[in-house]
């Protein structure tokens, strides 16, 4: 019986884990997928959706700690607001950071978005490691409340902001919005032509997509009930490429399937493997399988496990 509670519990963990990270690579595929913005900052965003919320919902008690008593400024927790204002906040917050980060970034070249985006993640991964009077530098937030004290509802409720995510980004694929990024994707000199905002389209898709992605930091908090500074770092971002890449681009239901297979299997199924004598034996195997599995896929299906269905137009066109 006991063994069966420990399976339902790892199985819902690695179930959470996942649905929070399909979020972010339905924003990296609204980004890079229909958009053509390489974001190479989603951890960036995705550190500000955590600490907007945490600080925005962690209790009160959490100033009374001594550990903490000398901070300048005071420390989080003087809202204590309930859940729903920390997650609707920390989406808010990382548009807008988003947005003002897209002002002069979006005028660049794909290559140098990229670079770009990686270093605003340094530059946000910096301010939460040294403002000590916002977000307790490498100390961390704890004490994040989880909503409702129970994993099992909370799962219930990831599960129902990834369908809410899924259907907003789905929906807006289809809509003018998304001929545009299409349009743009594949060639901006034509969709220009035809009257349209290259910059404002992709400002869109760009503000979009952070936005989401302080979505899932939210849930990742509330869900950790503790975050610190080391937590959103590259390895988050380049997890989410993958599995994005793997499923396959411009395919949300393939997204889906990437995060099942990467972050599910491989990259969180796998860390309680015996560790063969060396505790750092079974990560760095897990990574090499994970870079491995990516070569090949790039290799042999580049297209991704479930690649983008092509409207009743293109098999028009390519019957032609």
């Given at each position: 019986?006991e063994?069966?509670?420990?399976?339902?519990?790892?199985?819902?963990?690695?179930?959470?884990?996942?649905?929070?990270?399909?979020?972010?690579?339905?924003?990296?595929?609204?980004?890079?997928?229909?958009?053509?913005?390489?974001?190479?900052g989603?951890?960036?965003?995705?550190?500000?959706?955590?600490?907007?919320?945490?600080?925005?919902?962690?209790?009160?008690?959490?100033?009374?700690?001594?550990?903490?008593?000398?901070?300048?400024g005071?420390?989080?927790?003087?809202?204590?607001?309930?859940?729903?204002v920390?997650?609707?906040?920390a989406?808010?917050i990382?548009?807008?950071?988003?947005?003002?980060?897209?002002?002069?970034?979006?005028?660049?070249?794909?290559?140098?978005?990229?670079?770009?985006s990686?270093?605003?993640?340094?530059?946000?991964?910096?301010?939460?490691?040294?403002?000590?009077?916002?977000?307790?530098?490498?100390?961390?937030?704890?004490?994040?409340?989880?909503?409702?004290?129970?994993r099992?509802?909370?799962?219930?409720?990831?599960?129902?902001?990834?369908?809410?995510?899924y259907?907003v980004?789905?929906?807006?694929?289809?809509?003018?919005?998304?001929r545009?990024?299409k349009?743009?994707?594949?060639?901006?000199?034509?969709?220009?032509?035809?009257?349209?905002?290259?910059?404002?389209?992709?400002?869109?898709?760009?503000?979009?997509?952070?936005?989401?992605?302080?979505?899932?930091?939210?849930?990742?908090?509330?869900?950790?009930?503790?975050?610190?500074?080391?937590?959103?770092?590259?390895?988050?971002?380049?997890?989410?490429?993958?599995?994005?890449?793997?499923?396959?681009?411009?395919?949300?239901?393939?997204?889906?399937?990437g995060?099942?297979?990467?972050?599910?299997?491989?990259?969180?199924?796998?860390?309680?493997?015996?560790?063969?004598?060396?505790?750092?034996?079974?990560?760095?195997?897990?990574?090499?399988?994970?870079?491995?599995?990516?070569?090949?896929?790039?290799?042999?299906r580049?297209q991704?496990?479930?690649?983008?269905?092509?409207?009743?137009?293109?098999?028009?066109?390519?019957?032609?």
């Amino acid at each position: 019986m006991e063994y069966i509670i420990s399976l339902g519990s790892w199985v819902l963990t690695i179930a959470t884990i996942v649905a929070i990270y399909c979020i972010l690579g339905l924003a990296l595929n609204l980004h890079f997928g229909y958009t053509n913005l390489p974001n190479f900052g989603i951890a960036g965003f995705f550190a500000v959706g955590a600490y907007t919320s945490a600080i925005l919902t962690v209790p009160y008690r959490f100033l009374e700690m001594e550990i903490f008593a000398g901070f300048p400024g005071g420390i989080p927790g003087r809202i204590e607001a309930p859940f729903i204002v920390g997650i609707l906040a920390a989406t808010a917050i990382a548009g807008f950071v988003g947005f003002l980060i897209g002002i002069p970034v979006l005028r660049l070249r794909e290559d140098y978005l990229a670079v770009a985006s990686i270093g605003v993640a340094e530059a946000i991964h910096y301010i939460a490691l040294n403002e000590l009077w916002l977000t307790i530098g490498s100390a961390g937030i704890r004490l994040i409340p989880m909503p409702f004290a129970n994993r099992y509802i909370y799962f219930l409720i990831v599960l129902l902001v990834l369908a809410i995510v899924y259907w907003v980004i789905s929906r807006l694929v289809r809509s003018p919005f998304g001929r545009v990024w299409k349009g743009t994707r594949e060639d901006e000199t034509v969709t220009a032509s035809l009257g349209k905002s290259i910059f404002r389209s992709r400002m869109w898709a760009w503000v979009i997509g952070c936005a989401f992605m302080g979505t899932a930091g939210s849930l990742w908090a509330h869900y950790a009930m503790a975050i610190q500074p080391g937590e959103f770092v590259p390895t988050t971002t380049f997890l989410v490429w993958i599995f994005v890449i793997v499923g396959g681009l411009r395919s949300n239901k393939g997204v889906l399937i990437g995060a099942l297979v990467i972050i599910g299997l491989f990259e969180q199924g796998t860390r309680f493997l015996p560790s063969f004598g060396a505790p750092y034996v079974v990560p760095a195997l897990r990574l090499i399988i994970i870079g491995v599995l990516l070569v090949a896929f790039i290799r042999f299906r580049p297209q991704g496990v479930l690649p983008e269905r092509a409207t009743a137009i293109e098999r028009h066109i390519e019957k032609i």
